[in-house]
C-alpha cells in the first residue's frame, strides 16, 4: 500500500493505525478538515522518522538492458480480459 506515495509496503499495523485515523477524524464522517489535515501531517511525518530506506536498482546494458525494458513494458500492458 503507498498512501504517503513514497513506494515503501505498509505493515498490518501501520494499515490499521491509518484506517483509524481517517476514521476518527476525516471530513466526510463529521470531523474537522483542519484537524484532519494536522493529524495526517503527523501521522507522516512519524512514518519517515521511522527510516528511510534507500535502493539502489541496477539495469543491464546494452541489448539485453533492451529485451528487459521490452519484457518489463510487455508484463505492464498486459491485462485481464474484460468481462461484460
Known amino acids: 500500500m503507498d498512501e504517503d506515495g513514497t513506494g515503501r509496503d505498509w505493515t498490518a499495523a501501520d494499515k490499521a493505525a491509518y484506517r483509524r485515523l481517517v ?13 484532519f489535515v494536522a493529524q495526517l ?15 539502489f536498482v541496477s539495469r543491464r546494458r546494452g541489448l539485453a538492458g533492451v529485451f528487459d525494458a521490452l519484457r518489463q513494458r510487455h508484463r ?3 491485462r485481464p480480459p474484460r468481462v461484460q
Open 41 to 55: 501531517a503527523r501521522f507522516r511525518a512519524d512514518r519517515r522518522a521511522g527510516g528511510e530506506r534507500i535502493v
Open 23 to 35: 476514521r476518527a477524524h476525516h471530513p466526510d464522517f463529521g470531523g474537522d478538515p483542519d484537524e
Open 76 to 78: 505492464r500492458r498486459r
